[in-house]
């Protein structure tokens, strides 16, 4: 299917670091404007994985239709080209059906292959491919991460050290088209027009840390080693992006008895706020976001009002 990359330009777009209040404003948001929400995140595409990837409840679910929730199985892979299909797909289908549609979540490359478009560069080479994996296993998980740095450091400072996915495939363009991914990138990278609604939820930082310190704490009162002890008996097992998400990795490590919980929790909540000042740095590079402060004790009701506002005003001033 030819992907008609205008609908996404009919969107609106709420996204923000993780903790920040999304999910309860977007929920009130899509009442008022008579939209959907498609899901702008790249972990809450796997089923089973519920806990620690913060999915809107059933309840909420309920309120407000949600899509690209539970599109894939833990063992198979995603990719950003995958899921703007995918996006367009059901964006398409929310249209057809009279609403509006709303993307909600904090994935940047995901908003940014949206907004922009995507450059997939030259094709695969399976041959390359695996021997960079088989170095990666032998040299060990840094090891190409580290040669990306040298490089081409501009994308290596945007992607996670374990992201070997997406490591690989940026050594395999540059080693194909002899130039570094992210100048490859950029000469596509065209902001999309200013008419498109993209807000940024921005709280302090200080309670940022705080909600997601309180936010890890209940994943273990909620069971996230029970969930994790069940993605262990998985056949085939789980893909290895699934597998070393932020709180799975590190329930993975308490059940195998190599960390306690309270050391798990610490990591999860460290973990979660590098991820936080990651995301806020890439949506300081995208030229479309505009930041919406959110005070601690403003309520998902009085925000979505203000939204509301914000959009019907957008591109007039």
């Known amino acids: 299917m030819t992907i008609d990359a205008s609908v996404f330009h009919r969107a609106i777009y ?8 999304k999910t309860a404003i977007a929920i009130e948001l899509a009442n008022r404007l008579g939209a959907e929400v498609l899901a702008l995140d ?35 892979k995603a990719s950003v080209a995958a899921y703007r299909q995918w ?8 249209e057809a059906r009279g609403k509006r549609i709303l993307f909600v979540g904090g994935t940047p490359l995901y908003l940014k292959a949206l907004l922009r478009g995507l450059f997939e560069g030259p094709g695969a080479d399976p041959e390359l491919r695996s ?8 040299l060990g998980e840094g090891a190409l991460y580290d040669r990306l740095t040298k490089l081409d450091p501009t994308l290596a400072a945007r992607l996670h050290p374990n992201d070997l996915r997406r490591i690989v495939r940026a050594l395999e363009v540059i080693s ?4 570094p991914l992210s100048t490859l990138q950029a000469e596509h990278d065209r902001p999309a027009p200013a008419s498109v609604p993209v807000m940024a939820l921005e709280v302090d930082r200080t309670e940022l840390n705080r909600r997601i310190n309180a936010r890890v704490t ?3 009162e909620r069971g996230l080693l029970d969930e994790a002890r069940r993605l262990r008996l998985l056949d085939p097992p789980l893909d290895q992006t699934a597998a070393q998400a932020i709180g799975y990795r590190e329930a993975f490590e308490v059940l195998d008895g190599t960390t306690t919980q309270r050391a798990a929790i ?6 979660t706020r590098q991820f936080a000042k990651r995301q ?37 001033a």
Do not use: C
């Open 14 to 21: 709420l996204t923000g670091p993780t903790a920040s209040g």
């Open 42 to 76: 790249s972990m809450t595409l796997y089923r089973g994985l519920d806990i620690a990837t913060a999915k809107p409840t059933p309840e909420e679910r309920l309120r407000v239709p949600h899509h690209l929730i539970d599109v894939i199985d833990p063992w198979q």
């Open 87 to 94: 996006a367009a797909e059901r964006a398409l289908d929310v």
């Open 131 to 138: 021997r960079l994996e088989t170095e990666s296993r032998s």
């Open 176 to 179: 194909l088209a002899e130039q």
């Open 218 to 220: 209940r994943f273990l």
């Open 266 to 271: 610490e990591r999860i909540q460290a973990r």
């Open 280 to 316: 806020r740095t890439w949506f300081r590079g995208l030229t479309e976001v505009r930041n919406v402060s959110i005070s601690p004790d403003e309520s998902p009701e009085h925000a979505a009002d203000r939204l509301v506002k914000r959009i019907e005003g957008w591109g007039k």
